[in-house]
């Protein structure tokens, strides 16, 4: 694929995503480098049709093809939550240390053998001409209550992973990346494009 847009202004994400696509794509921008591109408002109830609407605006603005993501925790006995709210489960601005807060508060009567949740991540890519294409991951653990480990970012020092009987953040990097929600959609959207070549 010669041009890729991403629907992100996050730069840590846009450095990941370039090495996660190396080899398949030529160039690779994201909306930052698009001057006067709007806001687009989240407010679709599920991950798919957050990304869904990032992609679309990316495209439509751009003319080119766009990825976007939308990724976050959900917790079974929480009926899902937080969700697509996930980066602002305790409020509009809040932090990690105040949505950690939340989300234990929110299990503390809940009996760790129903404490299961997953991480997840969508990706939807859509192309001027039409295309829409959706790959997601998973990664299924649970939620402990006390923090462990000082890796990775979010909910991670909470959730215990299925299989290691760590914390996302007790993992190395390269472990983290083998296994996570994104790293699983991201393997699935490259088997795509190279079936485009």
Same mark, same amino acid.
């Given at each position: 694929?010669?041009?890729?847009?991403?629907?992100?202004?996050?730069? *840590?994400?846009?450095?990941?995503?370039?090495?996660? @696509?190396? *080899?398949?794509?030529?160039?690779?921008?994201?909306?930052?480098?698009?001057?006067?591109?709007?806001?687009?408002?989240?407010?679709?109830?599920?991950?798919?049709?957050?990304?869904?609407?990032?992609?679309?605006?990316?495209?439509?603005?751009?003319?080119?093809?766009?990825?976007?993501?939308?990724?976050?925790?959900?917790?079974?006995? @929480?009926?899902?939550?937080?969700?697509?709210?996930?980066?602002?489960?305790?409020?509009?601005?809040?932090?990690?240390?105040?949505?950690?807060?939340?989300?234990?508060?929110?299990?503390?009567?809940?009996?760790?053998?129903?404490?299961?949740?997953?991480?997840?991540?969508?990706?939807?890519?859509?192309?001027?001409?039409?295309?829409?294409?959706?790959?997601?991951?998973?990664?299924?653990?649970?939620?402990?209550?006390?923090?462990?480990?000082?890796? *990775?970012?979010?909910?991670?020092?909470?959730?215990?992973?299925?299989?290691?009987?760590?914390?996302?953040?007790?993992?190395?990097?390269?472990?983290?990346?083998?296994?996570?929600?994104?790293?699983?959609?991201?393997?699935?959207?490259?088997?795509?494009?190279?079936?485009?070549?």
């Amino acid at each position: 694929m010669k041009r890729l847009v991403l629907a992100t202004r996050n730069r *840590g994400k846009i450095i990941e995503i370039n090495s996660l @696509l190396s *080899g398949l794509v030529d160039q690779i921008s994201s909306i930052t480098d698009f001057t006067d591109f709007p806001e687009t408002v989240e407010d679709g109830a599920t991950f798919e049709e957050n990304a869904l609407k990032k992609a679309r605006e990316a495209s439509r603005f751009t003319a080119l093809p766009a990825l976007a993501d939308d990724s976050g925790l959900v917790v079974d006995a @929480l009926n899902g939550r937080p969700g697509v709210f996930s980066a602002r489960y305790a409020g509009e601005g809040a932090g990690d240390a105040a949505n950690n807060a939340r989300l234990v508060e929110e299990c503390l009567n809940i009996p760790d053998e129903r404490r299961q949740a997953a991480f997840v991540c969508v990706l939807a890519f859509v192309t001027p001409e039409g295309v829409e294409k959706l790959f997601s991951g998973r990664v299924a653990g649970r939620i402990i209550s006390e923090p462990r480990g000082n890796g *990775g970012f979010g909910y991670d020092p909470f959730f215990l992973v299925d299989g290691f009987d760590r914390s996302m953040a007790e993992l190395s990097l390269a472990e983290k990346n083998s296994i996570s929600h994104r790293a699983e959609a991201f393997r699935k959207f490259r088997k795509y494009l190279e079936t485009m070549k």
